[in-house]
């Protein structure tokens, strides 16, 4: 069973500049997340996915981040302008609906200069 | 709400030594808690899963972690650790379908 994919790996940008990751969860996992994980700290919920819906984005700055899942499968995660603060892995995890276990993908280490 | 709390953000052991890494859940006894294990680099990898099945439950790569509700606990045990778990190990409970992490404990192994 293939895993949870994410590109790029690593990404590089100067502040204001725009980003964007892609998401493709594993097969037949309706629910897809993307968190925000600071080096030194654990990974923080930025939005949750069921299907192409959002179930929760209280955490997402939206004025400058924004997801989407347009065909329930995989997803892009956007930042514009990019901040200092944002420099982070960026980890996108998929979950069947009857389990509580969450798979992660490998994330994508953003710096921001 | 329910949350976890990893006491200790760097743990050193020499190889061959007893791991003990700590986890103390919130009050109100969760479904579920988990351990995830993160190398370099790379993304989060389960390493068990605790369902009230049984309150001691084995994981992957030896590691093994007991539910005690009477001290609020879930710590992650290994007897002898070996280079390869040095790595960051996250506690985590899953709250209303997201899952809430602990801030994490990098594991150092000496030679």
């Known amino acids: 069973e293939a895993g949870v994919a994410q590109s790029p790996r690593y990404k590089i940008i100067e502040k204001r500049q725009s980003v964007a990751f892609w998401c493709n969860p594993i097969?037949?996992?309706?629910?897809l997340y993307w968190y925000q994980q600071i080096l030194g700290q654990g990974p923080k919920l930025l939005i949750q996915?069921?299907?192409?819906?959002?179930?929760?984005d209280s955490q997402l700055p939206k004025d400058r981040f924004s997801a989407e899942r347009l065909k329930g499968v995989d997803s892009t995660l956007k930042i514009q302008p990019a901040k200092l603060e944002d420099s982070a892995v960026y980890l996108c995890?998929?979950?069947?609906?009857?389990?509580?276990?969450?798979?992660f993908g490998p994330g994508t280490r953003l710096t921001v200069l | 709400a329910q949350s976890v709390t990893q006491l200790g953000s760097h743990v050193s052991v020499s190889e061959g030594a007893l791991v003990l890494l700590r986890c103390n859940y919130s009050?109100?006894?969760?479904?579920?808690l988990f351990w995830y294990v993160q190398y370099p680099n790379q993304g989060l990898q389960l390493l068990l899963k605790?369902?009230?099945?049984?309150?001691l439950v084995k994981g992957i790569n030896g590691f093994e972690a007991e539910f005690k509700k009477s001290e609020t606990s879930f710590h992650l045990t290994k007897p002898s650790a070996h280079m390869s778990d040095a790595a960051e190990y996250f506690c985590?409970?899953?709250?209303?379908?997201?899952?809430?992490f602990g801030a994490g404990t990098r594991l150092t192994v000496k030679p």
């Open positions: 995890a998929s979950r069947m609906g009857t389990s509580d276990t969450q798979y």
């Open positions: 097969s037949g996992h309706a629910t």
């Open positions: 996915f069921q299907n192409n819906g959002v179930v929760d």
């Open positions: 009050s109100s006894v969760p479904p579920y």
């Open positions: 605790y369902t009230s099945a049984a309150t």
């Open positions: 985590a409970v899953p709250r209303w379908g997201d899952m809430r």
